[in-house]
């Protein structure tokens, strides 16, 4: 039988949540009991911007490649690749099963995050790429913000160690990294459930300034 101490204790905390949510809802009604006609025109409008500015920002993604998982034919064409867009995910790889495993995740994600850029480029056709960003170990992912390589995903010791990993599983990976933003606008596709519980929450979101 639990402790009435403690019983009491946690009522009384129980209590005081309730009673401050309570506080902030009835402070939210309050506020909006007091928008007249232009303050409600107002907000509108901000929106109907914040709507055109992400209708923009899709269609500034979607004319640079986002949203396929592409192939960069030559080592030269990477620089212009991370220059163009802020946010690039580079698959280096071989043909052999590990690769193939990766693929799949990347093509699905690249769908989900048109935020971002999925490419891939042949790991053993690009000798200087390699050697400069040191990849050894494939499949290798090079997470690249704003032209730069911050972060890697080696092989799948990061993601259980198997090639049996979900798609999720990479996600929050590069969600961890900053290089996708797990939910919101800039995503086509809305997480609920199960996959809402084990999402990484961003401090970013899809209408904060771009670049591209």
């Not at 639990?2 to 009522?11: C, D, K, T, Y």
């Not at 996600?171 to 996708?180: D, F, H, M, S, T």
């Amino acid at each position: 039988m639990a402790n009435p101490i403690v019983q009491e204790i946690v009522e009384k905390q129980v209590l005081t949540v309730a009673k401050a949510v309570e506080d902030k809802i009835d402070e939210e009604i309050a506020a909006l009991d007091r928008l007249d006609d232009d303050d409600l025109e107002a907000l509108r409008e901000r929106r109907l911007a914040q709507m055109k500015r992400m209708a923009e920002k899709r269609g500034r993604w979607i004319s640079l490649g986002h949203g396929d998982y592409s192939e960069i034919p030559a080592e030269k064409e990477f620089f212009s690749v991370v220059k163009a867009s802020d946010r690039v995910v580079c698959h280096f790889y071989r043909e052999n099963w590990p690769c193939k495993v990766m693929d799949k995740h990347m093509s699905i994600l690249a769908k989900q995050h048109i935020e971002t850029r999925f490419v891939k480029i042949h790991a053993e056709k690009s000798p200087f790429l390699t050697e400069k960003l040191k990849i050894v170990v494939l499949p290798t992912l090079a997470l690249v913000k704003n032209a730069k390589v911050e972060d890697y995903v080696v092989g799948f010791d990061e993601l259980g160690g198997t090639d049996e990993f979900s798609t999720e599983d990479l996600e929050e990976r590069l969600a961890k990294a900053q290089v996708i933003f797990f939910e919101g606008e800039s995503s086509l596709n809305s997480r609920s459930g199960a996959q809402t519980r084990r999402s990484v929450r961003q401090s970013s979101n899809a209408d904060s300034s771009d670049s591209e």
